[in-house]
């Protein structure tokens, strides 16, 4: 399509733009492009490929703008041009927060579990997370994840997060200052569906405290995997078919008061029962627009490979600490209130008990925690179906029309390393060979029962085990029978929902 022709000139300087829309929508068709040198203004309509050509009458610097659907963004390119060449560029269309990508290379990953990983897109040239301290303190080195105290971030992604409680009724409460968990910098208007500017002290010790992420897709090849606002699927936040705004993870392990499985600061977690009850306590919360639940296989990945964007590296207990030793302490959930989305200790103690923090207190560290809808059929010692669901009412059947399997681990009985991930969207790091070490590869072990059977899923990893810098943020422990429970093993609370 011809947005401007120069027909009486003897030389063209031809310019083609082309408009991508990664999201495959369409939105690529009918953009307005306009070229301009500041002399020389063209304006062109793109075709249904997302082309427009122009036929520029001077040279110089032409920068190339476009209009962009509602929710879209089209950033300005700049092109110099010389009179009589032929010249392409093209405009990308952004929805929501963007694209973060992490080139990977599985080589690398089996010895090098840092440099394995490198930023792109619009991560690109981001600081991770490192540094703690000798004893429980905010990482000392935040880089580009920081979320101010206002609420706010220059990163993209976690701009769009927030830390809030929300009432008995299941409605977003208080907005949280996310380097002081103990004050509120907002109240929610449920009428008007805003936030309004308001200060005081926090409901954390009687209210569901959540931390809130808004709608992520991803995707994945065997050297790249990317999170983003508009590629991909949205696995996380999809439960009974419904593709919700926020999905809600539980700032605390969860705290069951015999009725009901609460995220509670102050309050010791809850152990010693099993996951239909857990599960049948969650459910007993109230969510407007949503649900509520254990969280899920794909809830607590979506978690893990955020934690991998900010670290970039696979080894957790390095980059932000080992966590607790003694998991039955009435201490572990809060001690990081104050200490930013990340913090840890590159020590443990048998009689005091400490935490890590990445977003949410204790992934790692403290006691196992279940996770739901999700069931490990162990077809041999070295051959392990891993089924996960997205259900709104999930159970401990495993096989279709309930979960899908999502990967075949390899990985033998008992305790091993993954030296070896599987790369596919829905599965992205989980381990399908052994064979690495506390330093190498996945970092994390992860086990599996030798006997041929049906288990449960739990992750995080307690207590004598960190010592050997076995429990990190992808440690999983998939042996246990389906009416397990232990005084190390606890749960954690999910909601998903629509503002």
């Not at 939105?27 to 063209?42: L, P």
């Not at 062109?44 to 520029?56: I, K």
């Not at 009412?393 to 029309?401: E, G, I």
């Not at 995080?460 to 093993?489: I, K, M, Q, R, W």
Request: hydrophobic share 35%; net charge negative.
């Amino acid at each position: 399509m011809i947005g401007s022709t120069n027909a009486g000139s003897a030389v063209k300087t031809i310019l083609v733009v082309t408009i991508t829309d990664p999201t495959s929508s369409g939105y690529q068709q009918g953009r307005a492009v306009t070229a301009t040198n500041g002399s020389d203004t063209q304006i062109g309509t793109t075709d249904s490929a997302g082309v427009v050509t122009f036929y520029l009458r001077s040279t110089g610097d032409y920068t190339i703008t476009s209009d962009a659907p509602a929710g879209g963004t089209a950033s300005p390119v700049t092109v110099q041009v010389d009179l009589g060449g032929s010249y392409a560029t093209s405009i990308m269309l952004k929805f929501g927060w963007g694209i973060f990508s992490m080139s990977f290379n599985p080589t690398t990953f089996q010895t090098d579990p840092s440099g394995c990983l490198e930023y792109g897109d619009d991560c690109l040239g981001y600081t991770p997370v490192s540094g703690p301290g000798s004893s429980l303190a905010k990482c000392s080195t935040i880089g580009s994840w920081e979320m101010k105290s206002d609420g706010t971030s220059t990163n993209p992604l976690l701009n769009e997060c927030f830390y809030a409680t929300f009432t008995n009724a299941g409605v977003p409460h208080q907005k949280l200052n996310p380097q002081n968990l103990s004050q509120y910098i907002a109240t929610w208007d449920n009428v008007n569906k805003v936030w309004v500017a308001a200060t005081g002290s926090s409901a954390i010790t009687t209210e569901n405290t959540m931390f809130c992420i808004p709608k992520c897709y991803i995707s994945a090849t065997a050297d790249k995997l990317i999170l983003s606002s508009m590629i991909g699927a949205p696995f996380a936040h999809t439960i009974g078919g419904h593709t919700y705004d926020y999905v809600a993870i539980g700032v605390y392990e969860g705290y069951d008061d015999g009725s009901r499985l609460w995220s509670l600061s102050g309050k010791a977690s809850t152990a010693s029962k099993t996951r239909p009850t857990f599960r049948t306590h969650a459910r007993a919360n109230t969510v407007q627009n949503g649900s509520a639940m254990v969280w899920n296989f794909y809830q607590w990945n979506l978690w893990r490979i955020m934690t991998l964007f900010a670290m970039k590296s696979f080894d957790g207990q390095t980059k932000i600490g080992q966590g607790g030793f003694k998991y039955d302490g009435t201490t572990g959930q809060g001690l990081c209130n104050s200490m930013g989305p990340f913090a840890g200790a590159t020590t443990t103690s048998a009689s005091v008990s400490t935490s890590v923090k990445a977003f949410i207190e204790n992934p790692w560290g403290y006691k196992y925690e279940f996770i739901d809808d999700f069931v490990v059929n162990s077809v041999s010692s070295s051959s392990h179906e891993i089924w996960a669901g997205q259900n709104a009412q999930p159970d401990d059947t495993y096989t279709s029309p309930n979960k899908t399997k999502i990967v075949t681990s390899g990985v033998s009985g008992g305790g091993d390393f993954g030296r070896v991930i599987d790369t596919s969207a829905q599965a992205w790091g989980f381990p399908i060979e052994g064979g690495a070490s506390s330093t190498t590869g996945l970092c994390d072990r992860i086990y599996f029962n030798s006997s041929a059977g049906q288990y449960l899923g739990f992750v995080g990893g307690f207590s004598s085990l960190v010592s050997g810098g076995f429990a990190g943020p992808s440690y999983l422990l998939a042996n246990g029978a389906l009416d397990y429970s232990n005084t190390g093993l606890g749960a954690r609370l999910a909601f998903v929902f629509d503002l």
